[in-house]
C-alpha cells in the first residue's frame, strides 16, 4: 500500500472488526472513542496518539460525533524498515500501551511530528517519503518506549503485568501462526505455560478462552479472504492448512451456521 497521511471524523471510523492490513499512528484531535485491538480495549480521550501494526485486529466503538484525527497509514515495508535495529522489547512494550496521552508527548512531539508528515506528504518534492516515515517511526517507537518504561503504567501488581505480557505475547504467535495451527496446545508449548494458565490470561483479559480467541481470529480472517473473489474454496482451503474443502466447510459453518459459500454469495449480494 502507498504511505499517506488522511484526515478521519466519526462517520469515517470503521466499527466493525477487521484485521488491518496496514501499520497505522493515529492522532486523536478532538472527541472520545474506545479502540478494540486483538480482544483488548482502550479508552482514548483527544489530545491522545494511538498506535496499530499491520494484522491487528481492529475496531471501534462509543465514537462521539465530534470524533477527528489525522491517521498515518504505511505498510509493513515501512515497518520493517522502521524495525531495524531495535529490541522485540520496544514492540512488546507498545503492543500493552496502545494509547499514549501524556501532555509533553502531545505538545512537543506529536504535534510537530504530524505538521512535518503533512509538509512531506503536501507536497510533490519529496520522493522518498517511506524512508523519512521509517525513519520517523524509528525514533518515535524508541522514544515512546523509553518515556512508558519511565513514566509510564507502573503496575504495583506484578500480576496483572505479567498477564498483560504473556497475553500479548499469545496474540502476536496467533497472529503469526494462525493460518496453521488451531490447537491451543501448540501456543501453550511455544509460550512454556499449561494450558490452564493461559485459560485465566485470556478470561482475565477478555472474558473468552484460548480457543475461543483462536477460532475468533480465525473466522475474522476467513471471512476477509472469502470476500476476495479472486481465491477459490481449493486455494483458501490450502491456505488455512485445512486437509480439504469439505474440512473448511465443517469449520466455518460450525462458527458461522451457515456454508463458506452462502457466506460468500450473501457478502457479494451486500454490493
Given at each position: 500500500?502507498?504511505?499517506?497521511?488522511?484526515?478521519?471524523?466519526?462517520?469515517?471510523?470503521?466499527?466493525?472488526?477487521?484485521?488491518?492490513?496496514?501499520?497505522?499512528?493515529?492522532?486523536?484531535?478532538?472527541?472520545?472513542?474506545?479502540?478494540?485491538?486483538?480482544?483488548?480495549?482502550?479508552?482514548?480521550?483527544?489530545?491522545?496518539?494511538?498506535?496499530?501494526?499491520?494484522?491487528?485486529v481492529?475496531?471501534?466503538?462509543?465514537v462521539?460525533?465530534?470524533?477527528?484525527?489525522?491517521?498515518?497509514?504505511?505498510?509493513?515495508?515501512?515497518?520493517?524498515?522502521?524495525?531495524?535495529?531495535?529490541?522485540?522489547?520496544?514492540?512488546?512494550?507498545?503492543?500493552?500501551?496502545?494509547?499514549?496521552?501524556?501532555?509533553?508527548?502531545?505538545?512537543?512531539?506529536?504535534?510537530?511530528?504530524f505538521?512535518?508528515?503533512?509538509?512531506?506528504?503536501?507536497?510533490?518534492?519529496?520522493?522518498?517519503?517511506?524512508?523519512i516515515?521509517?525513519?520517523q517511526?524509528?525514533?518515535?517507537?524508541?522514544?515512546?518506549?523509553?518515556?512508558?518504561?519511565?513514566?509510564?503504567?507502573?503496575?504495583?501488581?506484578?500480576?496483572?503485568?505479567?498477564?498483560?505480557?504473556?497475553?500479548?505475547?499469545?496474540?502476536?504467535?496467533?497472529?503469526?501462526?494462525?493460518?496453521?495451527?488451531?490447537?491451543?496446545q501448540?501456543?501453550?508449548?511455544?509460550?512454556?505455560?499449561?494450558?490452564?494458565?493461559?485459560?485465566?490470561?485470556?478470561?482475565?483479559?477478555?472474558?473468552?478462552?484460548?480457543?475461543?480467541?483462536?477460532?475468533?481470529?480465525?473466522?475474522?480472517?476467513?471471512?476477509?479472504?472469502l470476500?476476495?473473489?479472486?481465491?477459490?474454496?481449493?486455494?483458501?482451503?490450502?491456505?488455512?492448512?485445512?486437509?480439504?474443502?469439505?474440512?473448511?466447510?465443517?469449520?466455518?459453518?460450525?462458527?458461522?451456521?451457515?456454508?463458506?459459500?452462502?457466506?460468500?454469495?450473501?457478502?457479494k449480494?451486500?454490493?
Amino acid at each position: 500500500m502507498e504511505t499517506k497521511l488522511v484526515k478521519n471524523n466519526a462517520i469515517d471510523i470503521d466499527r466493525d472488526i477487521h484485521a488491518s492490513g496496514h501499520g497505522a499512528l493515529i492522532f486523536i484531535t478532538d472527541g472520545k472513542a474506545t479502540l478494540h485491538v486483538n480482544f483488548d480495549a482502550w479508552e482514548t480521550a483527544a489530545p491522545a496518539v494511538a498506535i496499530i501494526f499491520p494484522g491487528d485486529v481492529v475496531s471501534w466503538s462509543n465514537v462521539t460525533d465530534d470524533y477527528s484525527s489525522t491517521v498515518l497509514r504505511y505498510s509493513s515495508d515501512v515497518l520493517r524498515a522502521a524495525s531495524l535495529n531495535i529490541e522485540q522489547a520496544v514492540y512488546d512494550r507498545l503492543r500493552e500501551d496502545r494509547i499514549c496521552s501524556a501532555p509533553e508527548i502531545i505538545e512537543n512531539i506529536m504535534r510537530p511530528l504530524f505538521k512535518l508528515f503533512g509538509f512531506y506528504y503536501g507536497s510533490n518534492e519529496f520522493t522518498d517519503t517511506d524512508r523519512i516515515t521509517a525513519l520517523q517511526l524509528q525514533s518515535l517507537f524508541l522514544g515512546f518506549h523509553d518515556y512508558s518504561n519511565f513514566h509510564g503504567k507502573t503496575e504495583n501488581n506484578h500480576e496483572t503485568s505479567r498477564t498483560r505480557q504473556l497475553f500479548s505475547k499469545f496474540m502476536q504467535l496467533l497472529d503469526d501462526n494462525y493460518l496453521k495451527q488451531r490447537d491451543v496446545q501448540f501456543y501453550t508449548e511455544k509460550m512454556n505455560i499449561s494450558g490452564k494458565y493461559l485459560g485465566n490470561i485470556t478470561r482475565r483479559q477478555t472474558g473468552l478462552s484460548p480457543k475461543n480467541i483462536i477460532d475468533e481470529f480465525i473466522m475474522l480472517h476467513l471471512r476477509l479472504r472469502l470476500r476476495d473473489h479472486s481465491l477459490s474454496m481449493k486455494q483458501i482451503s490450502r491456505q488455512f492448512n485445512f486437509p480439504d474443502q469439505a474440512a473448511l466447510t465443517r469449520y466455518f459453518k460450525l462458527h458461522t451456521g451457515i456454508t463458506p459459500k452462502a457466506y460468500r454469495l450473501s457478502e457479494k449480494n451486500k454490493k
